[in-house]
């Protein structure tokens, strides 16, 4: 199914505002944001919610990358795993065998970073129901409770894109091309 892939004219009025804040933030306009654009509501909530995360999570920059990354398997969304792997290299946020690592749904060398997919995967998985073992775990590699709710609106997040990349289906934009990711991965518990 298609859905229209806006531009800054065809976008509703009330989308018009979102439209432009992410254009600037991203400094181009990515074809998810056009596609947001024909919902004045889910613009309107895509932006809010990024702009809370990058100004006041409790994850670092990296976990908070980690944390998208293991919903992107999971909702099998290869536009946003394109996306975000493409940031966490621009950013330098993990070394290339690290994020090939990620990317595959594998067990990463930092224990901490280990740590947030691992309980990531135990939200996803256990539809927000990650049981005592994986909180206690968690919480032993330094998490705390704010992360474990803030968890929460991380995959709230990702519903929201990689849900609209699923329906839509926008072409990927050619700064991601470079990270393809075939669909159809799944992580893997360790253990």
């Known amino acids: 199914m298609k859905i ?3 531009s800054k004219e065809t976008a509703p009025a009330a989308s018009q ?16 944001v056009g596609v947001f654009a024909g919902s004045p ?24 990358e980690i944390f998208q990354v293991v919903n992107n398997i999971e909702n099998d969304c290869g536009y946003c795993m394109a996306a975000h792997s493409t940031v966490i290299q621009m950013k330098g946020l993990l070394p290339d065998d690290q ?27 256990n539809k927000g129901r990650p049981g005592q073992s994986a909180i206690d775990a968690f919480k032993a590699a330094g998490f705390t409770d704010e992360h474990i709710l803030e968890s929460i609106v991380h995959i709230a997040f990702k519903v929201i894109t990689n849900y609209t990349n699923n329906i839509a ?4 934009d050619e700064p991601f091309q470079a990270q393809t990711w075939e669909k159809g991965g799944s992580c893997s518990p360790v253990g």
């Not at 690592?101 to 998985?125: I, N, S, Y």
């Open 41 to 64: 509501v889910l613009i309107q909530s895509y932006q809010a919610l990024a702009g809370i995360i990058g100004k006041d999570s409790a994850f670092t920059p990296v976990e908070q």
């Open 4 to 6: 229209q892939i806006h």
């Open 169 to 172: 289906d926008p072409a990927l």
């Open 99 to 125: 994020l090939e690592a990620l990317r595959q749904g594998q067990p990463l060398a930092d224990a901490k970073q280990e740590a947030v997919r691992q309980f990531a995967l135990a939200m996803f998985e």
């Open 17 to 32: 505002e979102a439209y432009d804040g992410l254009t600037k933030t991203f400094g181009w306009t990515p074809n998810v």
